[in-house]
């Protein structure tokens, strides 16, 4: 996989104030007007907006992800040799910004941004020890990435869309084998994901390589791929783009791609993954068994929290968290008048019928009708608590089916800036009994609003900082802000219904257990079923989700840590700044300060609220 160091696939804008353009000054000197000088703010951020296009050419992908129509006919470099140009470009970056700008000269914000771009270099730095430390072919694997990437995020508005689409199909074999050597080199150096790994990534392949063109028996339905072919030239049809004769020579030319190179690149992937699956261990372990494990897994608590916190600190913070939690829902369930304990009434919640939906389609309507109602509601009360609202539309969908996991969680994919793509709360409904109804109030918050797709939505629409800012990304910002969404709804009004209610205390729990079981699996040697009894005994969660959970902590190491970390850090920069404001605390202008400069490292945005709250303090 990519390094990532700087983009995240989600959205692009731009902020220069046109007052203060290139063009507006040598038009003022050509009409002789008194020549504008730049501050070293605005000079500094007009730099930092062309660093920003130089590296957007190092991921065509993400470009698309914002919408943007350049590099469309490319997918990204997956080489190691790739990874390490970016970083070269990255440090030659800093270098002038540290040759050719005066820190201690720009403004408070202004020294923000240098701040966030020096962090880019050390937190890419930092991860090019363990490089070959990633399970890339595995949940989230590229194998099922760049179908997703094509179906959902390739936009065909034009014949030459379709080309560039074509040309894509036919860069996945270059892909899937750059991807594919690095794996058997990580193998080869003892680097191997749990064996169930392998499984998913075997099963997700076998999916999307079902069907025509792939497969041609009678029976057979399209493959995923081979359908959205269909559905794009379709549409070019429909608008009178393109006549009959080039659609059909869309479709033979796409045909011949997906059967040929495809379908080969798939199988060979697919063939190393059955063969190498048996040199993994029958008995899931954490990172602690990789080569320099115990040091690749503090980089990745590092990376995810953004923080200095040992995994014995984490862990323990877990446990603390895990107490209270369980004290809160027992007072819950003492309300309910359910008589028990409350594992008792974790088992009562896990198996009553009536908490959830029923298999089948009406009932995965139903489902979308709830989620959509919470949505309006919520929505309506956001003027009251935010200044800031998002101006793109929200959609809620079912995951598609070549990568709907039972049980998996639910997740967001963020609109474009142009809002000519929507976000989407993506759901996994083939198992409807991994959704209870209890729960779906607090999922909808964390997803949609006041949660993940307003802080990104807003992120993106900012206009006033450089913009890289629109899109820089740290996991426990992103994923602490929707965890803080779930606990701010409750103040906002939300969960009335005292089951509704238990389900937020449940979604804040189960971030609680992360952070004691993602440590336990990954520091202290917990084997799957320890992790996986422990989820069960703190949680109502049912057994599908628990083990869906602890794989998905087995894969990714440390990322489930962020969202409890991230939460608590944003409540207690909250909590710092009421006990400097008192009564002059606002609700509104806070927020919109938390929202108003991108998803920043911890550290720096307890420093930002501290700054504001004491300037505003002394000005009033």
């Known amino acids: 996989m990519r390094s990532n160091i700087l983009l995240i696939p989600l ?12 063009q507006s000054i040598e038009e003022n000197q050509s009409n002789n007007f008194p020549v504008l000088t730049q501050t070293e703010t605005q000079r500094f951020n007009q730099w930092l907006d062309e660093q920003w296009e130089e590296e957007l050419d190092f991921s065509p992908m993400s470009r698309t992800s914002l919408g943007i129509k350049i590099d469309y006919g490319k997918l990204d470099d997956y080489t190691a040799e790739g990874e390490e140009a970016e970083i070269d470009w990255l440090r030659n970056s800093v270098a002038i910004m540290n040759q050719d700008f005066d820190y201690d000269s720009l403004t408070e914000d202004g020294r923000l941004s240098w701040d966030m771009w020096e962090h880019s270099l050390e937190r890419a730095e930092s991860g090019v020890p363990f490089r070959g430390h990633r399970y890339l072919f595995g949940r989230g694997g590229s194998h099922s990435g760049i179908p997703n990437f094509l179906i959902n995020l390739h936009r065909v508005d034009t014949p030459e869309d379709m080309d560039a689409y074509l040309e894509r199909l036919r860069e996945i074999d270059r892909v899937f084998g750059e991807l594919l050597s690095r794996a058997q080199d990580n193998a080869e150096a003892g680097v191997r994901q749990p064996r169930f790994a392998y499984n998913f990534a075997i099963d997700e392949i076998q999916r999307i390589t079902s069907g025509i063109p792939f497969n041609t028996d009678d029976d057979t339905p399209n493959s995923p791929l081979w359908t959205d072919v269909q559905s794009k030239i379709d549409r070019l049809l429909e608008c009178d783009l393109i006549d009959d004769a080039l659609g059909q020579l869309y ?31 029958d008995d899931a372990r954490g990172v602690w068994a990789l080569p320099n494990g115990e040091a690749y897994y503090n980089y990745r608590l590092a990376q995810m929290t953004t923080l200095n916190l040992s995994a014995d600190e984490i862990h323990q913070i877990g446990l603390d968290e895990v107490d209270r939690l ?26 009553d019928p009536n908490n959830y939906y029923a298999d089948t389609e009406e009932a995965r309507q139903q489902y979308l009708d709830d989620n959509y109602a919470y949505l309006n509601a919520i929505n309506e009360k956001l003027p009251a608590y935010f200044g800031r609202l998002p101006r793109a539309d929200l959609e809620i969908r079912r995951v598609e089916t070549f990568r709907e996991q039972d049980g998996a969680a639910q997740h967001y994919r963020g609109a474009t800036p142009d809002g000519s793509r929507p976000g989407v709360y993506y759901s996994h409904m083939s198992d409807m009994s ?160 938390v929202l108003g400069a991108g998803a920043l490292p911890l550290p720096m945005l307890h420093a930002r609220v501290e700054s504001w709250a004491v300037n505003l303090r002394e000005t009033n």
């Open 11 to 22: 959205f692009l804008i731009g902020c220069s104030s046109d007052s203060n353009s290139p």
């Open 251 to 281: 479709r033979e030319e796409a045909r011949t791609i997906l059967e040929g190179e495809v379908a080969a690149a798939y199988q060979e992937v697919l063939t190393w993954l059955i063969e190498d699956q048996l040199n993994a261990s």
């Open 326 to 351: 369980l004290d809160e829902m027992e007072g819950i369930k003492n309300r309910t008048g359910f008589e028990g304990s409350l594992n008792e009434f974790f088992d009562f919640v896990r198996e």
């Open 434 to 593: 991994s959704l209870p109804k209890h729960q779906v109030e607090d999922v909808l918050y964390h997803e949609g609003n006041p949660g993940h797709h307003m802080q990104i939505s807003i992120q993106q629409e900012l206009t006033d900082v450089p913009r890289f800012r629109t899109q820089y990304f740290t996991t426990a910002f992103v994923e602490g802000w929707g965890l803080y969404a779930e606990w701010l709804a409750k103040e906002m009004g939300g969960f009335e219904d005292p089951m509704s209610d238990f389900g937020r205390l449940g979604g804040e729990i189960w971030r609680a257990i992360r952070l004691v079981v993602d440590t336990g699996i990954h520091s202290m040697g917990w084997s799957e079923a320890q992790a996986v009894n422990y989820f069960l005994k703190n949680s109502d969660s049912s057994e599908t989700t628990v083990r869906s959970e602890i794989q998905r902590y087995f894969a990714s190491p440390g990322q489930a840590t962020a969202y409890k970390i991230g939460m608590m850090n944003i409540q207690k920069a909250r909590s710092n700044a009421e006990a400097i404001l008192g009564g002059d605390f606002d609700i509104k202008a806070f927020h919109d300060l």
